[in-house]
């Protein structure tokens, strides 16, 4: 899988040196090749990624910190990238949030590595924790923003628990995403969801007798 989209993380950790993106792009492409190849995660030490990659361990290590840090950040490389809001509404940053979460299912659905990885991670909990504090807590952080602008202009009840609305948004996604994979994840599937949660945050208006 070719990593030559990737994006740089603006909020990533400083990293001592100038990056060289051709040479990121093949330490990146490196660990991709030995988990394409099947290697585990437990057995994809710095020294075999510098030697897939063709470079030195120095020079890794001049990049990440260890092993966990750079196999999130090709986890990271091989996702659809992060999405930019419209802002003109919390239903329009809602649904933009969710298409990105389904086109996340698709990738994974469509990757046996991707798959794999996913399922490693979860058995390496310094790796599961370095992506949850880089990646997932991020998103839920700018998913709660959104919601908290809706409800500061009136988009949505004063009286919401808006860590639940999160969840009540993201939920029926990642079950379909990951619970059941059997499940379709069809186009229109984020607006669906968007609105018919919605419709139960929403101000109740009063009418004119």
Do not use: C
């Amino acid at each position: 899988m070719s990593l030559a989209g990737q994006q740089s993380r603006p909020d990533g950790p400083a990293r001592g040196r100038p990056r060289s993106e051709a040479v990121e792009r093949a330490i990146l492409e490196g660990v991709m090749k030995l988990l394409e190849e099947g290697v585990p995660l437990a057995e994809l030490s710095i020294e075999r990624v510098a030697r897939t990659a063709g470079v030195g361990k120095a020079t890794i290590y001049r990049r990440w910190s260890g092993k966990e840090e750079l196999f999130v950040d090709v986890v990271r490389a091989a996702e659809p990238p992060d999405p930019q809001l419209p802002g003109t509404s919390v239903r329009d940053d809602l649904v933009v949030l969710l298409e990105a979460l389904r086109q996340r299912g698709l990738v994974s659905r469509s990757s046996a590595i991707l798959h794999n990885v996913y399922a490693q991670m979860k058995s390496a909990p310094k790796v599961w924790a370095a992506y949850h504090a880089s990646v997932i807590a991020p998103r839920r952080v700018l998913a709660l923003e959104v919601l908290r602008r809706g409800q500061e202009n009136g988009e949505i009840r004063a009286d919401v628990d808006l860590d639940l609305a999160n969840d009540m948004f993201v939920g029926p996604m990642l079950v379909r995403s990951v619970m059941r994979p059997e499940a379709d994840l069809p186009e229109g599937l984020a607006e669906q969801i968007v609105d018919t949660v919605l419709d139960g945050l929403r101000p109740v208006r009063s009418t004119a007798s």
